[in-house]
């Protein structure tokens, strides 16, 4: 995203519009007549996406209220949501993780849990996506980039799986890693940013029923390009705290530090909510372009989550604590 060189000003629609898209109408009408098929149908059945030949269904997702709350915005097309990536540790390029992250293999997988916790310990990927059901969200998604997508995430609640390890009062906050390994990804060769990759939530945030942790999206596994197997999406936040291919998750008493942050503390604050209002120190934030459309569209407070998030910065000077 971020590397300073470049404004958000500079950048043509063509770059931020994949190149197939923008430059090609059929593929377009077909995107616009894909996304309404979804808008028609009502609801978003994973079953109906036309998914055929890509990764490994999952099964047993169930629709959840925040599905049903999303009927209305039209999905970003599979290719794009696949091929139009930020995950750095496989480069800098808008396509560098559908490109280098073809041999990166996600299983086994292990997530260590530790700090302020009752249940601390190395849990596998099964240990701990299995004992939940999965649920299906149609989420925005908007990156501080000023682009954004409608991504149908199938995932569980954040809230469910912290509530399993059983945080202690004394856990304020949430850190989260993702793998560091540079023999596996190719781009933490390069010193982009301090790796791992680190981000935080506070812990009200935490169990905001909104934050969740995906392991797919349109019915299927997650790729490897959008964080595989498991990483985290918080739809009100600007997308770089939708940490990839967790590994690590500390309840921690005090702010932990995030890779962003670290990098700029001017620019990329903890909270990252996202806020029209408050321009990024190089470019507006107040308009996004939505992959697959020609025309900017307003950006909206917590990216229209407000009703389910808002209450929990009441009292805090959102200039403060961007
Ligand atoms: N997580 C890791 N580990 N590394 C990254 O570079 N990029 C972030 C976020 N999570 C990133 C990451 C940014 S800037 C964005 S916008 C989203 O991932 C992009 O998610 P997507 O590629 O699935 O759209």
């Given at each position: 995203m971020l590397i300073k060189m470049t404004k958000a000003s500079d950048i043509k629609s063509s770059e931020i519009t994949p190149k197939a898209i923008f430059d090609d109408r059929r593929q377009f009408l077909k995107t616009a007549a894909f996304s309404g098929l979804g808008f028609a149908a009502g609801s978003i059945a994973p079953s109906s996406f036309a998914n055929e030949g890509r990764g490994k269904k999952l099964i047993g997702i169930e629709p959840s209220k925040w599905t049903q709350k999303s009927v209305g915005e039209k999905l970003t097309d599979y290719e794009s949501v696949t091929s139009y990536n930020n995950f750095y540790e496989f480069g800098t390029g808008k396509q560098d993780p559908l490109t280098y992250s073809k041999d990166f293999s996600p299983k086994p997988w292990t997530v260590v849990v530790d700090g302020e916790v009752e249940n601390p310990?190395?849990?596998?990927?099964?240990?701990?996506?299995?004992?939940?059901?999965?649920?299906?969200?149609?989420?925005?998604?908007?990156?501080?980039?000023?682009?954004?997508?409608?991504v149908p995430w199938v995932g569980i609640g954040l809230a469910d799986m912290c509530k399993r390890f059983g945080p202690k009062n004394d856990a304020k906050y949430v850190a989260f890693e993702t793998l560091h390994d540079p023999d596996r990804m190719y781009g933490q060769r390069s010193r982009v940013l301090e790796w791992p990759y680190r981000e935080g939530l506070r812990m009200d945030e935490v169990m905001n029923p909104l934050s969740f942790m995906a392991v797919g999206l349109y019915g299927e596994e997650l790729p490897n390009q959008n964080g595989a197997p498991i990483r985290l999406v918080t739809p009100w936040k600007y997308g770089f705290k939708s940490i990839k291919s967790i590994v690590r998750i500390s309840f921690t008493k005090t702010q932990p530090p995030t890779s962003?942050?670290?990098?700029?503390?001017?620019?990329?604050?903890?909270?990252?909510?996202?806020?029209?209002?408050?321009?990024?120190?190089?470019?507006?934030?107040?308009?996004?372009?939505?992959?697959?459309?020609?025309?900017?569209?307003?950006?909206?407070?917590?990216?229209?989550y407000g009703e389910e998030v808002a209450s929990m910065y009441v009292g805090m000077d959102l200039n403060k604590f961007y």
């Open positions: 310990g190395t849990y596998s990927y099964e240990d701990l996506v299995n004992p939940h059901t999965l649920e299906d969200r149609v989420y925005r998604f908007r990156c501080v980039e000023a682009w954004s997508m409608v962003w942050n670290m990098s700029g503390p001017r620019e990329y604050g903890f909270y990252s909510n996202v806020n029209p209002e408050k321009s990024h120190p190089r470019w507006s934030q107040a308009k996004e372009r939505r992959i697959g459309e020609f025309l900017k569209r307003p950006s909206l407070m917590y990216n229209g």
